[in-house]
């Protein structure tokens, strides 16, 4: 396994434009976050998954933003009617439940720039 | 709330030079720590944690000490290198009732040969 990955590394979108990212997460990892990092920023908490569940949301996740992870594998996070404020790079990492050591492992990251 | 403040960048230093990036946290409960590194083009990986008060954690060179007294978990290297140039995070585990981790602003650093 090669670690988290995440598609499409860049996107540049027009403003109310729809967007959708994908995260696959390290195959035995059933703990799965959405994080969001601007420039000069820390990463901010978007949203976790625990398995299929959405157990939490941050306030930062309005209603144009959805994530799913249907099947407890691979996750979508969709950004509905694009704003320039949504320009930046979307993490996504994952964690084991079992033996989990508080370890997040990352994706590179997918860069959104909304023109 | 739950916060972790750390050192703004840049800092710029020569190779072989003394590193340490400050960091503190907000003392609810006992969290553990990490510092995780950026490098560049690359994902955040983790570089050191410490999981209670008074331990310390190393990987690479790179020290920090989890200090309840103070709430804080400064990242320390006797020796810099060039290879060590990259963005450092500060961050915290999640508090009973949450499941986010709560990441610092990043220290970028800068080492010259």
């Known amino acids: 396994d090669t670690g988290v990955s995440q598609n499409p590394r860049h996107k540049i979108t027009k403003r109310g434009q729809n967007v959708t990212f994908r995260c696959d997460p390290i195959s035995e990892h059933n703990r799965l976050y959405w994080y969001r990092q601007t420039l000069g920023q820390g990463p901010e908490f978007l949203t976790y998954?625990?398995?299929?569940?959405?157990?939490?949301k941050s306030r930062l996740l309005s209603d144009r933003f959805s994530a799913e992870r249907p099947k407890g594998s691979f996750s979508t996070l969709e950004i509905q009617r694009t704003e320039q404020g949504d320009s930046a790079m979307y993490l996504c990492?994952?964690?084991?439940?079992?033996?989990?050591?508080?370890?997040?492992?990352f994706g590179e990251g997918s860069r959104l720039t909304v023109l | 709330g739950d916060s972790v403040t750390q050192m703004e960048g840049p800092v710029t230093l020569s190779e072989e030079a003394f590193l340490t990036i400050n960091c503190t946290y907000t003392?609810?409960?006992?969290?553990?720590l990490f510092w995780y590194v950026q490098y560049p083009g690359e994902g955040l990986q983790l570089l050191l944690k410490a999981t209670k008060a008074d331990d310390k954690g190393s990987n690479k060179g790179f020290e920090a000490t989890y200090r309840k007294e103070t709430t804080s978990f400064h990242l320390e290297k006797g020796s810099v290198q060039v290879s060590d140039s990259a963005v450092y995070f500060c961050?915290?585990?999640?508090?009973?009732?949450?499941?986010?981790?709560?990441f610092g602003t990043g220290t970028r650093l800068k080492v010259l040969a």
């Open positions: 998954f625990q398995n299929e569940a959405q157990l939490e």
């Open positions: 003392a609810t409960g006992y969290p553990s």
């Open positions: 961050a915290r585990e999640s508090t009973s009732g949450t499941y986010k981790y709560i």
């Open positions: 990492a994952s964690s084991p439940g079992v033996g989990n050591t508080g370890e997040l492992f």
